[in-house]
């Protein structure tokens, strides 16, 4: 969000939605860092009081659940799915929302009617770093919101594995590398430093050196 919120202050200029002051995007911020923190928040504190109770429960359910599931710092911290689903996409919701209208409101901007003073050359490098910032949230947000989404539907249908919650754990942890590998393959001054750094690597590896020998004509005719 941030990143569109920088493009959305380079790019407009004459709007009440832009943030110029300092003071302004603080506050801005803030809010924005509060409401997606107040997300875990918010299910903690609606936590079930009868948590042992509600642990039993949850065996019917989950008749074989791993050995930690038994000891006490285990909490189910949220037993209506109808409550942890307004938050989530509460939360996603409002995300989305303030990326969506940044990056709308920044190529709507871009358009020739709006900003005919605007030259063609720096419109047309304004809508490329958009596209480029466009696809870098992407793929991340991608290797995020896939496992999310299968998460979610195991929850709805009352369905646990083990193992394939381990499998999303383990792709949702991708996030961060699939962002610098976005970023490495999208702008070119990265990715240029990125391959000229692999072939310097692969320069100073040690290489098998061979050497020639003549062989006179003479021991030729000996053998």
């Not at 709007?15 to 809010?31: A, D, I, L, N």
């Not at 799915?81 to 939360?91: D, H, V």
């Not at 871009?110 to 003073?117: G, H, M, Y």
């Not at 919650?165 to 070119?188: E, M, P, Q, R």
């Amino acid at each position: 969000m941030a990143l569109f919120e920088h493009r959305h202050r380079a790019i407009v200029i004459n709007s009440r939605f832009v943030f110029r002051r300092k003071s302004t995007r603080y506050v801005f911020y803030f809010f924005v860092y509060a409401l997606s923190m107040n997300c875990g928040f918010l299910m903690i504190l609606n936590a079930p009081d009868h948590l042992e109770e509600l642990s039993l429960e949850l065996l019917n359910d989950f008749p074989c659940p791993p050995p930690i599931y038994f000891e006490s710092r285990v909490l189910v911290f949220q037993s209506d799915l109808l409550y942890f689903a307004l938050i989530i996409f509460f939360c996603a919701g409002s995300m989305t929302s303030l990326v969506a209208f940044f990056g709308l409101h920044c190529m709507w901007h871009l358009l020739p009617a709006n900003t005919p003073n605007m030259s063609a050359t720096t419109r047309r490098l304004q809508k490329r770093v958009i596209i480029s910032s466009i696809i870098q949230v992407a793929i991340p947000m991608l290797v995020i919101i896939n496992p999310l989404v299968m998460i979610i539907i195991s929850i709805v249908m009352n369905y646990h594995s083990q193992a394939l919650t381990n499998l999303f754990t383990f792709i949702l942890t991708l996030h961060g590398s699939a962002g610098s590998i976005a970023v490495i393959l999208i702008y070119k001054p990265y990715r240029t430093y990125t391959i000229g750094l692999l072939v310097s690597l692969f320069d100073r590896l040690p290489s098998k050196k061979f050497t020639t020998v003549a062989i006179p004509k003479k021991w030729e005719k000996a053998r």
